[in-house]
């Protein structure tokens, strides 16, 4: 009995500890395999240690569809940063807003209209907004590109979240006080908002930087890809290299594996938090 | 008596009309700070939402050869006909639909029960590093990851196939068969999402009332019993959450579609979003958005169902 009770233990971990490793596997794999050819796989697929580290793939991906990786590279970093920066600000302000007074005259039609815009299928979306960023001559800018990747829904949620955490009281009283509905934000709201925005602003740019739809139709041309566009048209167009794919996919995920290895806890409260009650 | 009332009535209201208007703008002018914090998030939503929302709607009313100029033909209710009459959207439609009902069940069961797993003592002290690798894929882009699943489900190479035969087991088919090609998507993307609804379920579970349970145990309540009925009732929030997420993302499921499997083999993943898709690369853009309309409608639906479960008294 005693040892039943500390082997159960034991054997829930390593079957959780399993698990946890098989979740993790594709990215293992996807490291190995790029430092592996398709006929050092074709021999042994499961190997965990590649036979050498070989760069070829990596060197093979300078130009990709005839682009510098450069291009892509600063486009994501250039893209992500200030797409992820206007979201924060217009996101926090607007929820602001919302908060304090969901019931002034017009308010309701955007957050309803905000809502919506979560349900509509995004990839059909994308085209109407091909047309709109036409129409308002902002195809293939990279201003086009930010403004429309700034609208998050799980970015608003997160600070309507935070904002209706604070005490009420908080606000009237320095209302009460004669305080203007700026000096309540940035005297009383922003002090206390800091962790929020970091958070907002970590969510954001993961978000952000694996978007790829937005960006293959309203950008004009490939000098405009960002990483994970370039891999994906790599995927199906420029015909299809098993290691230079693995090499740029490991480049466009590496990242984002390092910031979320860094900043974990801090991600998945926020995503909860953004999830919790909308 | 008729016509004095009436006069009377109509007096008034001429009286009132100016009235709502100066309290609106003034109302407005009061509160004027609190419309311009609005105002840049309103432009966006309107510019990039809810414009481009009523363009595609728009689009599905007109005939395909005109849709996207000037002077459109309108052509009422004929691309819906069209899209209905097609066996292989209803065919579509009915994949995307069973695809949807069994990923929900999938991945909330599973991430119910890591859920429960996780918040146990038992496994508290390495529940950082699970949390860690089942977050992990939720975060990290789509593209890069779907691709590395669709070479590791690979028939020659593929990580998948070589785990299994090593295990003794068959090989899997992957992407070359109707069936398991839609296996597959629905394990790829399981891997994908059941990270995110783990956490939200862990998240509830950690606000349970304790005395509850606690009455129940003393009361000589089981386990299973006291997660039955004292745990799943106070997780209704969580289920709710998770639910409407869920729905909403696998409706629409697309990029693991465009990426591992393009609709086939045979039409066995076309979902709806991604068949759209290929018929706007058609240029049969009525079609494509009479499609999208649809879909939208069948979201809707959806999400206002989970809504009213989320909102329904609850009569314990």
């Known amino acids: ?278 | 008596m008729q016509s004095p009332m009436l006069t009377a009535n109509s007096a008034n209201a001429g009286a009132l009309q100016p009235g709502p208007v100066m309290a609106w703008m003034l109302l407005i002018w009061q509160h004027r700070v609190l419309y311009l914090m609005l105002l840049p998030f309103a432009a966006l939503t309107l510019t990039f939402g809810l414009w481009p929302i009523a363009l595609s709607i728009l689009v599905s009313f007109t005939e395909n050869q005109t849709a996207l100029s000037d002077a459109a033909t309108y052509v009422g209710l004929e691309n819906f006909q069209a899209v209905i009459a097609d066996p292989e959207f209803r065919h579509s439609l009915s994949l995307t639909l069973l695809y949807t009902a069994l990923s929900v069940v999938l991945n909330l069961s599973l991430a119910l029960a890591l859920a429960l797993a996780l918040s146990g003592p038992t496994l508290k002290r390495g529940a950082t590093f699970y949390k860690l690798a089942l977050f992990m894929p939720v975060v990290t882009p789509e593209v890069a990851t779907f691709i590395v699943w669709k070479w590791m489900l690979n028939q020659d190479f593929g990580a998948v196939n070589a785990a299994l035969s090593s295990l003794g087991l068959p090989a899997f088919a992957g992407t070359t068969k109707a069936d398991s090609a839609f296996i597959a998507l629905v394990i790829v993307e399981l891997w994908h999402h059941v990270g995110f609804y783990t956490v939200v379920f862990l998240t509830n579970l950690q606000l349970l009332d304790a005395s509850l349970d606690e009455a129940a145990r003393m009361d000589g309540a089981g386990r299973a019993r006291r997660i039955w009925s004292i745990w799943i009732p106070q997780l209704r929030p969580a289920i709710a959450i998770n639910s409407l997420y869920a729905l909403i993302s696998f409706l629409k499921t697309f990029t693991a579609v465009i990426v591992i499997t393009k609709g086939g083999p045979n039409f066995a993943t076309n979902f709806v979003s991604y068949y759209a898709y290929t018929k706007f690369d058609l240029a049969q853009y009525g079609k494509a958005t009479a499609m999208a309309t649809i879909l939208f409608v069948i979201v809707l639906a959806l999400t206002l169902l989970v809504h009213l479960y989320s909102e329904r008294k609850d009569y314990r």
């Not at chain 1, 970093?77 to 920066?85: G, N, Q, R």
């Not at chain 1, 007074?101 to 308010?107: E, V």
């Not at chain 1, 199906?236 to 090499?247: K, V």
């Open chain 1, 1 to 278: 009995m005693s040892a039943m009770r500390r082997l159960g233990p034991l054997i829930a971990n390593l079957a959780m500890t399993a698990l946890a490793l098989m979740f993790l596997y594709p990215f293992y794999w996807l490291i190995v395999s790029s430092f592996r050819s398709q006929e050092a796989m074709l021999v042994n697929p499961l190997r965990l240690m590649p036979e050498s580290f070989d760069l070829a793939a990596y060197t093979s991906i300078r130009l990709v569809g005839g682009v510098p990786i450069e291009v892509y590279s600063f486009n994501s970093m250039l893209i992500t940063v200030l797409a992820t920066v206007l979201a924060v600000a217009t996101t926090a302000l607007g929820a602001y807003a919302l908060y304090r007074r969901p019931h002034l005259p017009g308010f309701k039609f955007v957050q309803f209209g905000f809502l919506l815009t979560m349900m509509y299928p995004a990839m059909l979306l994308v085209i109407p907004v091909y047309l709109v960023m036409f129409r308002i001559g902002l195809l293939g800018t990279y201003a086009g590109l930010v403004m429309f990747l700034a609208l998050q829904p799980i970015l608003f949620l997160m600070f309507s979240q935070f904002f209706r955490s604070i005490p009420r009281d908080l606000m009237d009283s320095a209302k009460m006080d004669g305080a203007s509905e700026w000096q309540v934000l940035t005297r009383v709201v922003l002090p206390i908002a800091q962790p929020v925005v970091n958070t907002v602003f970590l969510i954001g740019f993961l978000l952000n930087w694996k978007q790829w739809l937005p960006i293959l139709v309203v950008a004009a041309s490939p000098d405009r890809y960002t990483l994970p566009v370039a891999l994906l048209a790599m995927n199906t167009e420029y015909g299809i290299n098993f290691q230079s794919t693995m090499a740029l996919a490991a480049l466009t995920t590496a990242p984002i594996v390092v910031l979320f290895l860094l900043t974990q806890r801090r991600v998945i409260g926020g995503f909860v938090a953004g999830a919790v009650k909308g």
